[in-house]
């Protein structure tokens, strides 16, 4: 079936510190995948997203590429900020025609620290 | 574009009771979904509609929820006798009608049920 695995948090950074939060997937075919953010009390936006193998999704300095070979869409940022501060949410949307749920990881939440 | 709305965005009430939320989607969209976020979960997929058919409901959703969107474009989700174990975040999303997508999302619908 298709999942999503994401490192646990939380993650604790000091400003301009380097953020990864990985992310692993399984799924048939070729989904889309997608990260979204969560600031506290508020739905979700869209952070970045990338729909096919090699791409690479890019929003705020924050970049993710898809790697199909060791099904990951890692994300990344250079130097983090205190709003950065929310939980990050991975997403994987499957290919298949009419199927249209996205299935998302458990969350990790970032805390940065001026 | 004025995004996704939900109303309202906090419901407190009694086990027992009756409550009904609304999402209105983005005006050209005519994909739209709802989905249930429990604390420090990410969120899961209750139901899907295209236009004002409902394509796909899942498991999580009981013979105590309905969700209606009458003419295509608000949908309502109600929750019949309340439980305690509904208290969540219930959120909205839409999407346009291609293939994978995009899904952008709501605040949320806040519900403590004590």
């Known amino acids: 079936g298709n999942s999503v695995t994401q490192m646990e948090g939380p993650v604790t950074l000091s400003e301009e510190a380097f953020l990864t939060i990985n992310c692993t997937y399984t799924?048939?075919?070729?989904?889309?995948l997608f990260w979204y953010v969560q600031y506290p009390g508020e739905g979700l936006q869209l952070l970045l997203k990338?729909?096919?193998?090699?791409d690479k999704g890019s929003n705020k300095g924050f970049e993710a590429t898809y790697r199909k070979e060791t099904t990951s869409f890692h994300l990344e940022k250079g130097s983090v900020q205190v709003s950065d501060s929310a939980v990050y949410f991975c997403a994987l949307l499957p290919f298949s025609g009419g199927y249209n749920k996205l299935i998302f990881g458990a969350g990790t939440r970032l805390a940065v620290h001026p | 574009d004025t995004g996704v709305s939900q109303d309202p965005r906090h419901k407190i009430t009694k086990r027992g009771q009756n409550v009904t939320f609304r999402c209105d989607p983005i005006s050209e969209h005519n994909r739209l979904y709802w989905y249930r976020q429990t604390l420090g979960q990410g969120p899961e997929f209750l139901t899907y509609f295209q236009n004002e058919a409902q394509l796909e409901k899942s498991r999580l959703l009981s013979d105590r929820f309905s969700a209606e969107r009458p003419k295509g474009s608000f949908s309502t989700l109600e929750i019949q006798r309340t439980e305690q174990g509904d208290s969540a975040m219930y959120l909205c999303a839409s999407s346009g009608q291609g293939h994978q997508e995009t899904q952008y999302f709501g605040p949320g619908t806040r519900l403590l049920v004590l």
């Open positions: 799924a048939t075919g070729y989904p889309s």
């Open positions: 990338a729909t096919k193998a090699d």
